[in-house]
């Protein structure tokens, strides 16, 4: 199998009606795109038109053997929000259950960091509800931060669900607040002499298999 990420700029052969469908069926299996049901399918065309019309948006796909299989979207500020002119937004990410385990969504939101960076925005943040936790086991993984909770995030079938908050700071060695050291510590002779560290003599942890 072949897969790709595409930053989409119009829809050309089936692509509006694949993305119709993997719409309905991640919104079938719960994954948190808005909609608690799938609507009409001329509701989600309009949709899908209209998200290549806003130009502050970016839509992102995900294609398994040429089929869009999933997507994402980058949501920049608004001209008029100059104090949130650094931070951009990652929403409405998702890829169908029979399209996972190919690495399509953390590929998704590879792709939307590096256009974020690339034009500049230093931070990217996104919120996921509490029952996605592959997604948020994924956003950990890419080092996202959880900043707050809203226990009240959702309603789904007569229930409230909590949502988190995650945010990534996008400036090359920059993952967050630096820890604190522990008081009362002090470095080794063998520190102090600059003997190699442990994992010096083991070489460098290899790279995780992609989700």
């Known amino acids: 199998m072949t897969t790709r990420i595409d930053k989409l700029e119009a829809f050309a052969g089936t692509d509006l009606e694949d993305l119709c469908d993997v719409t309905d069926a991640a919104i079938v299996d719960g994954g948190g795109f808005g909609w608690l049901k799938p ?9 899908w038109k209209g998200v290549l019309l806003v130009p502050q948006r970016s839509l992102f796909v ?13 949501v920049r500020p608004t001209r008029n929000n100059e104090s949130r002119a650094f931070a951009a937004e990652l929403v ?3 890829v169908a259950p029979w399209a996972r385990g190919h690495g399509l969504a953390r590929g998704l939101v590879e792709a939307a960091e590096e256009t974020a960076s690339r034009e500049g925005y230093r931070k990217l943040s996104l919120d996921v509800r509490e029952t996605q936790e592959a997604a948020i086991r994924l956003y950990e993984s890419l080092g996202y931060e959880r900043w707050g909770t809203n226990p009240d995030y959702a309603c789904v079938a007569g229930q409230l669900i909590a949502g988190h908050y995650y945010t990534k700071d996008l400036r090359a060695g920059r993952r967050g607040p630096a820890k604190k050291k522990a008081k009362g510590k002090t470095a080794g002779p ?7 560290r442990d994992e010096d003599k083991r070489g460098a942890p290899s790279d995780k298999d992609r989700t």
């Open 62 to 74: 995900a294609r398994l053997d040429g089929t869009i299989s999933g997507s994402a979207q980058l």
């Open 92 to 94: 409405s990410a998702f």
């Open 39 to 47: 609507p009409a399918r001329s509701v989600l065309e309009t949709y």
């Open 190 to 196: 063998r520190a102090k002499r600059g003997a190699p």
